[in-house]
């Protein structure tokens, strides 16, 4: 299985097969198959000769349309009926692939399409998708590859892509909306960014004023990219993984997760925050807030602080 991202699972053999100097076309395989079959054929083309595979909702555009968010706990982690789309070399018989993977799994191939896809600059055409994005009146956040559009606010440079957090999504403009009513130089705080990702909402206290910041993550890759992105805008903050001791507690707590894993952090939250300290939770469906308030009621007093587009943002205080 791959990593789920903003609704698409992918898989890739060559990262850089867009990167090459001489540019040639590819064959792309697009396909729809149920959940049950979805993963395990994806995998036997990949093993077969395909570069990479992308998996969406079949339903993707359609009133009929689902979410999944790949939460811990969830019963699957996709869709009931899925796209696939296999990418491969020019040279390579797609449908012969695919023919062979459909038998080894012991079921009936359904309709498939093979086109012929051009070959693009992919990190560019990356690039591309991401322009500045206006959080308020005075936070932007600026690709590193753009210039910002208002020099005069706090800006927020970030390289999109390697680590969950790029502004684009609900809960991290709510919390960065959070943040920014609750950090200033006149009220200065410490601050914990726990589930840092990108390291968005640590480097965005620092720049509303906050004293010092320390960033975690269980994913090592998310810390290398929160490190870059924190020197790219000029501030220092402490980056770990969850398997480091954490020895830290915080004037300001924020987590940006998912729901499930936020219950079984409560504790740890809670022991990471000062007496009379703030924590910010988001990653949370409206339909979930009500529960999470409940489970963290013991240590602190929340509530909604603001929804957008189906997400909620609870906020309050450490007893």
């Not at 559009?149 to 609900?170: E, M, R």
């Not at 890759?221 to 790219?232: K, L, S």
């Amino acid at each position: 299985m791959g990593k789920l991202i903003d609704g698409l699972v992918t898989r890739d053999n060559s990262p850089d097969y867009g990167r090459t100097k001489n540019r040639m076309s590819w064959l792309n395989l697009k396909l729809h198959l149920p959940r049950d079959h979805a993963d395990a054929f994806g995998d036997a083309l990949m093993n077969d000769g395909a570069i990479s595979i992308n998996v969406e909702d079949s339903a993707e555009g359609t009133v009929d349309e689902k979410p999944i968010f790949g939460e811990p706990g969830a019963s699957s982690g996709l869709w009931e009926m899925c796209k696939l789309t296999a990418l491969f070399h020019p040279d390579a018989n797609p449908e012969a692939v695919a023919r062979k993977a459909a038998s080894v799994l012991g079921f009936e191939l359904p309709a498939l399409d093979v086109e012929t896809l051009e070959d693009v600059d992919w990190v560019q055409q990356n690039r591309d998708q991401f322009q500045p994005i206006k959080i308020s009146d005075r936070v932007w956040i600026v690709p590193t590859w753009h210039s910002a559009p208002n020099q005069d606010a706090v800006n927020i440079s970030l390289d999109p892509g390697a680590a969950f957090g790029t502004g684009s999504h609900p809960t991290t403009r709510l919390c960065l909306k959070w943040l920014e009513t609750h950090i200033s130089p006149e009220s200065p705080s410490t601050m914990l960014d726990y589930g840092t990702g990108s390291g968005i909402l640590a480097i965005a206290a620092m720049k509303f004023g906050a004293t010092h910041s320390v960033g975690v993550d269980i994913d090592s890759q998310a810390i290398e990219a929160a490190r870059y992105n924190a020197a790219q805008n000029g501030v220092s903050i402490e980056f770990s993984t969850t398997d480091t001791v954490l020895d830290y507690v915080a004037d300001i707590t924020v987590a940006n997760i998912l729901a499930n894993p936020l219950k079984v952090l409560a504790p740890l939250l809670a022991s990471r925050t000062k007496s009379g300290g703030k924590l910010a939770l988001a990653g949370i469906l409206d339909h979930q807030a009500d529960e999470i308030i409940a489970i963290y009621q013991p240590w602190f007093d929340l509530h909604v602080w603001r929804r957008d587009e189906g997400w909620s943002c609870i906020a309050g205080v450490r007893k």
